[in-house]
């Protein structure tokens, strides 16, 4: 497995076990120094590791952040050159680093404590990159040393930011489509009152205003064909205005036609005298239907009004 395919977690694994090996070269003999080079488990691993891997390695100086050793990554993921990487701090790099910060991580990791956290680098050219930093503490002669490795993540912080506010965007837009809808549900309710009003003022002219003039017009005495024409005119209002009626008859299916006439008069408001003269009925016909449609629909002995009950059928 080559660098570029190894997680971050093998990486510092391999890392630390870089780390040893250093310290174990320091600490050696010269003649174990020198059999230890030579083998291939030390020098040509790690080595490749330096070399491929995709992240930027960096060894750091844990008294003044000097930079001590690094692969090619460092400094070309920065757009520096390897001698004018080498002159450079911590605090050189590191935007967000502040000496408290970095002695206060620096000491961390001298306890022993692996470390990792997101920071962000300044290129050469002053452009900044999201970096994933993480560390292990070296020991080389006696001296402590900080063993990094950056990864870039800037792709993926880009990704979270763009992705967080098209979540936003969309969160911003349900709320406005669920505000349109409310508002478009009160709308069609008001309009579907309006039309109800409509209808029952239409619905009332025509029973209180022309059907009962139709009604004594066609008592004057006129001919069989002034009668059939008389006939006509109600029978198309009836036609005309039987959209409008309500959904009583659907919800009392006993009552008679005459009945279902009573009631709707009832539910329009029209007094006993009011449907008697819409209906060319007399008070007692009238009465007698109501207390019929009050049978049917279960209100016998209730004190119910029946205007509202029908009201509330509809």
Known sequence: MTGQNKTKSELVTEIKALGRKLAALEAAPVPKRAALK??????????????????????????????????????????YGREEFQGLKISDIDIYESAAAARAKSAALLRGKSDSFETKHRR????????????????????????????????????????????????EQAKNLQETNTALKVL???????????????????????????????LTGLNAEQTNLIKI????????????????????????????????????????????D????SANAVAFHRRNIRTKLGLTGKKVNLRSYIQNLS
């Open 278 to 281: 819409a209906l060319c009925l």
């Open 38 to 79: 030579t083998s291939p488990e030390s020098e040509e691993r790690y080595r490749k590791l330096f070399k491929l891997a995709s992240d930027s390695i960096v060894l750091i100086d844990a008294e003044n952040s000097d930079i001590v050793e690094f692969n090619d990554r460092a400094y070309q993921n920065l757009g």
């Open 188 to 218: 069609l309710k008001h309009r579907d009152v309006e039309k109800e009003r409509i209808e029952e003022n239409v619905l009332v002219s025509v029973k209180q205003l022309v059907k009962p003039y139709l009604k004594r017009l066609g």
């Open 124 to 171: 050469k050219d002053g452009t900044v990159r999201d970096v994933l930093v993480s560390g292990t503490r070296i020991v080389v002669k006696d001296r402590n040393y900080i063993l990094t490795i950056w990864r870039d993540i800037t792709e993926r912080k880009d990704f979270e930011r763009n992705l967080k506010e098209k979540e936003a965007e969309l969160t």
């Open 233 to 276: 005119i109600v029978s198309n209002l009836d036609e005309i205005t039987s959209p409008f009626m309500p959904k009583i008859s659907s919800n009392a299916i006993g009552l008679t036609p005459r009945e279902l006439e009573v009631a709707n008069l009832v539910k329009n408001g029209l007094t006993n005298q009011g449907i008697g």
